[in-house]
């Protein structure tokens, strides 16, 4: 028997738990990578990796200031720079996280992309 195949005998939950943590991670940077096709600065695209990190962290409440702690930031800037400030495509944002068209203006707000109800 493989070490392998017999750690995953002896220890179903954590193997469970390990597949689970590597799909998670790979399904993260599948949407990082898609999402950043649509940044056109690395800034940006660095920013939003972590950005999506923290929102998959265990932090009590999604604030600005929550996400820039759990990011190990100084303080909220960055954080609200990019829902706020950060130009990138938000329409293509829209289509992967609204099950259908908004009616929102063309904007480069990622606040105003996100902010509908899903």
């Excluded at 289509?95 to 063309?106: C, E, M, V, W």
Aim: net charge negative.
């Amino acid at each position: 028997m493989t070490t392998s195949a017999r750690i995953e005998q002896e220890h179903p939950q954590e193997e469970e738990a390990l597949r689970f943590i590597t799909d998670a991670a790979q399904v993260l940077e599948e949407l990082t990578a898609r999402l950043g096709k649509h940044v056109h600065r690395a800034e940006v695209r660095s920013r939003l990796e972590r950005y999506l990190q923290g929102l998959l962290a265990p932090v009590g409440r999604k604030n600005g200031w929550q996400m820039a702690e759990a990011l190990g930031e100084a303080n909220a800037h960055g954080v609200q720079w990019l829902l706020q400030e950060a130009e990138w495509d938000e329409q293509f944002v829209q289509g992967i996280f609204l099950p259908k068209p908004t009616s929102y203006a063309s904007s480069s707000s990622l606040s105003r992309a996100l902010a509908s109800p899903m």
